[in-house]
């Protein structure tokens, strides 16, 4: 076998993801996300497809930047309403035994203390298989509902999630030994008081003295996900990530950001190749190119132009109801997601008027590079060919339709791909962490930050 693909499923615990509009198509069942029996069912699916994890996006805010109105995303579903991608997890670890599951949870409004037990019992509760997607979030609806009154700098996000996987990191790794649990009835001690330390953390944004109140889990630390590819996020994940999902219009811009990652973590010390990169995917498969074709067409009828823009204003920052149609869209910096508001700018060879990004926004077309349309073979060969030319790890599989578009790719492009040698048949024992790198590295590898708070293991 050569290099393995590593496929995650891309999906929100809520009513829509990224699938604009598609909520009216009569196959899908998004509508079912409140439903623990939905969850199971992709859950098993995913992992009859050896798929190795289901990918939770989260946001904590409403998307309310185009037209400067809430209604537009409110309307049609845009990631609202959306619960909680932390809940469904041990419903789906109970009905699997393989597939991992990856969890957003942002570092702004969140507190490392709450969310270092929230992430130990997840990783107790799936006999670790789990992960966290790190964010920093960008939607000034959050901000707002978190009692700010304007969003934090962009920049200064990041400052304050460095020091918050410094106070976890020293939770996880550094406040429980690994004998401290010991149970002993005849002595009458549950856990040796001398092996449960103080992490005493204080820091720019956080006091936390500890100890973390959890036991250590099978992987202490989660598998680390991250999502940012602007300057100060590839900075970040260079130093942080143990997986990147990183974004590009073309084959070109996408392996320039895995370089660019992995060179910075090679100055920082680290491995660069152990540094899995993945990026966004959605598939319409056919058993003819021309089915294939005309599923696209009846996708793209449903599409909601209006709903794209939405998620566009919100992740971008550019409201482009407020632009002349024909005025060309130039970059500027915001405080929302640098990468996005790049996309239709910095990352074109040529300049494109609002009229042209919004209509590209707005259509759903296989021309957009992230949407591969054909036969399973057709399929798989643009997935290889990725792979191959740019330095790529695998995948996040969004879906359009829910569980259908899943549903075919598991059943026709998963076994093309088997036979090509480049897609798991089985999958590896162990946590999460060693499914990803291997057999015996069930915890953070020496050469990450997080193993100078470790206490020696015994």
Known sequence: MGKRMIMNAFDMNGAMHNS???WKHPDSERHRYTELSYWAEMARLL??????????ADVVGIYDVYKQSREPAIRDAVQVPLNDPALIVPAMAAVTEHLSFAVTVTTTYEHPYAHARRFTTLDHLTNGRIAWNIVTSYLPNAALNHGLAKMIRHDDRYELADEFLEVAYKLWEGSWEE?????????????????????DHEGRFFRVPGPHLSEPSPQRTPVLYQAGSSDRGRDFAAKHAECVFVGGNSKASI??????????????????????MLTGLNAIVGSTRAEAENKLKAYAALWSGEAALAQFGGS??????????????????TDHGQSRAAQFTKQVQNRLTVREVIERIGTLDSRQGRLLTGTPADIADAMQ??????GLDGFNLAHLITPGSLR????????????????????????MREKLFGSGNRLLPEHHPASQYRRALS
Do not use: C, M, W
């Open 408 to 431: 075919e790719f598991v059943d026709h492009v998963v076994p093309e791909l088997q036979r090509r040698g480049i897609y798991q048949k089985d999958y590896e024992p162990g946590t």
């Open 179 to 199: 004998g401290a649990v010991v149970r002993d009835a005849g002595r009458g001690v549950y856990t040796e008081p001398g092996k449960v330390h103080q992490i």
């Open 255 to 276: 392996k320039s950001a895995i370089d660019d990652i992995r060179n910075k973590a090679e100055r920082l010390g680290r491995d660069p190749q152990s540094i899995k």
């Open 20 to 22: 604009h509009g598609l």
């Open 47 to 56: 992992e009859r497809g050896k798929f190795d994890a289901l990918f939770l």
């Open 385 to 390: 060919e990725q792979l191959e030319e740019t």
């Open 316 to 333: 971008s920052g550019y409201d482009l109801s407020a632009y002349a149609p024909d005025e060309y869209l130039a970059y500027k910096a």
